[in-house]
């Protein structure tokens, strides 16, 4: 399989991005459940639903720090409905400062004869976050590896940014983007996405994205 290829083109490991859930510390002993609409399948800078709206959801079990859960998805144009599996633990260093660590195996019901990706496309995350900053390093690390995304974020009130690098083996195919969000309420939120630097001129469609976002929580 040409993880390459799925990663740039179609692969989605969320339509808020896979640290929006990696990255949030759960109760102990707690179910939790969550559906979300968006006007379009923004990923890492990406549109992968070319112009489509995406309905998403995910389940939840967490307990003293560790969760587990799935994620799902309408897709991408490419390779249809989605889901991701995923499991991980996230701490409290200090008041200030936590960690998490998580794996993610992303599946599609559209790849042909090779429907079944589990254990294919699979990343780890590490996301260290401190006094309203946050690094994360997203290393894929099976099928065809090579792949690894990186992230450097702030927010401060209901403002976030967040710097983004794809980065590839061959380099051809290396590209950054920046996201600059706006938070309305717990629920809807506002997102501009610009591609700011790539690899090979014209790769990518590096017009502003524009993604309005509303979720809510089921239980």
Do not use: C
Not at 139 to 149: C, H, K, L, T, W
Request: glycine share 10%.
């Amino acid at each position: 399989m040409n993880v390459k290829k799925i990663l740039v083109g179609t692969l989605a490991a969320s339509a808020f991005t896979a640290g929006s859930i990696a990255t949030t510390a759960y109760a102990e002993g707690e179910v939790s459940a969550s559906a979300a609409v968006s006007n379009m399948y923004l990923w890492r800078g990406l549109d992968l639903g070319d112009g489509a709206a995406a309905v998403s959801g995910d389940l939840v079990y967490s307990i003293s720090g560790a969760y587990a859960g799935v994620w799902v998805s309408s897709g991408d144009t490419g390779l249809g409905q989605e889901y991701d599996l995923f499991a991980g633990y996230a701490m409290d260093i200090t008041d200030d400062v936590s960690v998490d660590v998580s794996v993610w195996n992303y599946n599609y019901s559209d790849l042909g004869a090779r429907d079944d990706t589990t254990g294919e496309l699979t990343e780890i995350i590490l996301s260290l976050s401190a006094y309203g900053a946050n690094i994360s390093i997203l290393d894929n690390v099976a099928g065809d590896s090579g792949y690894i995304y990186y992230t450097l974020g702030y927010g401060a009130g209901d403002f976030s940014a967040t710097f983004g690098s794809h980065s590839f083996d061959d380099d051809a195919d290396n590209m950054s983007h920046l996201d600059i969000s706006y938070a309305y309420n717990d629920n809807l939120s506002f997102t501009v996405s610009k591609i700011v630097d790539e690899e090979t001129e014209g790769s990518y469609d590096d017009d502003a994205m524009f993604q309005v976002s509303y979720s809510f929580p089921i239980k």
